[in-house]
């Protein structure tokens, strides 16, 4: 039997991967499962996002190779929508790097700049995909708090206490993945003062700016803040695109230069047809995420009222794609907890464990399930 590289080790399976695997078997024995536990909207594009991809199909081009760096006028539309709704202005031929998929670009930047040994400042909790990669490829991931009682914003006091000369790059995200916490410009002021000082890498993970949020921002907003870091954003979630992996790395030319060069060695250029979608989709108006939030608001409604209904106290304050809560007093594990409610009731929630070990004694719902499912599950309690 040939054994598997060392580094597979200290990585496991992600939970979603796994977990899935128990939902769909309760599913396929004719269990009623109700999934909120992934992020993965329901909804559809739209039409002229469709509409863009079939035009597209007749192209001559369509078919070809494309370019690594993709097609000129994705990269205009990326900057334009930059500029249209977080007023940074990017420069489309250095500044910006389209992606299949943000999560790749977190592969993408770590085999960049790492080298083994080097350090990672990476959020608890958080992105699991962080700490993956991270290990994977031979860095050491070093965890600073993120709390309820600081609002999920990193304690800046505690950071200045930790040895960093080996600290190559530091990941945030705000609108925060799980809690919803929205951050500020004041928190990247000062993300970006600190990266500043200890020559850290800040790279901003910012998929959620649009759901349930009246005030988008970007890292990028602040003075300087090119100097020293980058922002990943994606079409997933904001324009219901997951599936068809669509992301961009925005920021520090040099960065994005290095970026370049690790990821023309691992792909062959996106799809001439999804470029085209996600070219409609970058031009949508104000009117596209009114009509989105709107959905999203009353999912959100229902699904605060699920969590009470589970004697669960709902962090009021979050934006995004879930709803992030506290679990009961006197319950002391959260997968036990979820765990119980699948068998018992068929509903999946995701525990806050996967996240981090700040993330224990809370539960996350995501909000892509329709109202009647949502509906459902609370009359099932």
Not at 204 to 216: E, Q
Request: one cysteine or more.
């Amino acid at each position: 039997m040939i054994t598997t590289a060392k580094r597979l080790d200290i990585i496991e399976e992600y939970y979603f991967s796994s977990k899935l695997r128990e939902v769909r078997q309760l599913a396929s024995e004719g269990k009623p499962i109700i999934n909120m536990g992934i992020g993965s909207p329901d909804l559809r594009p739209s039409q002229s996002v469709i509409d863009a991809v079939k035009a597209a199909m007749e192209d001559e081009n369509a078919h070809q190779y494309q370019s690594y760096q993709g097609l000129p006028e994705l990269r205009t539309s990326m900057a334009d929508f930059y500029l249209n709704n977080y007023n940074v202005a990017l420069n489309s031929n250095t500044e910006i790097l389209p992606l299949m998929g943000s999560k790749e670009g977190i592969m993408h930047i770590s085999l960049a700049f790492l080298n083994e040994g080097d350090e990672v400042l990476i959020p608890n909790p958080g992105y699991p995909t962080y700490t993956s990669v991270t290990n994977l490829v031979g860095a050491v991931p070093v965890y600073y708090d993120l709390k309820e009682n600081t609002n999920w914003e990193p304690d800046f006091e505690a950071l200045e206490k930790l040895d960093l000369s080996k600290v190559k790059i530091m990941w945030v995200g705000y609108p925060h993945m799980p809690t919803g916490a929205r951050g500020s410009l004041g928190l990247f002021e000062k993300l970006v003062a600190f990266a500043k000082k200890h020559q850290i890498l800040l790279i901003n993970d910012n998929p959620y700016s649009f759901v349930l949020n009246d005030n988008p921002m970007s890292l990028l907003q602040i003075a300087g803040a090119k100097d020293v870091a980058l922002e990943l954003n994606s079409l997933s979630k904001t324009f219901n695109m997951a599936g068809w992996r669509v992301g961009m790395v925005l920021g520090n030319a040099e960065a994005i230069d290095a970026i370049l060069k690790v990821k023309s060695n691992m792909d062959s250029g996106m799809f001439f047809g999804i470029q085209k979608g996600a070219i409609a989709a970058l031009k949508s108006d104000k009117t596209w995420f009114d009509s989105m939030n709107e959905i999203y608001k009353k999912r959100r409604v229902l699904t605060e009222k699920l969590a009470e209904k589970l004697g669960c106290k709902v962090y009021k304050e979050g934006v995004g794609l879930f709803v992030w809560a506290k679990l009961p007093e006197g319950i002391t594990s959260a997968e036990k907890f979820i765990d119980q409610i699948l068998h018992e009731k068929y509903i999946f929630i995701a525990p806050g464990t996967i996240f981090g070990s700040n993330g224990e004694g809370y539960i996350r719902f995501a909000l892509c399930v329709k109202e009647e499912k949502v509906q459902e599950a609370i009359d099932r309690f």
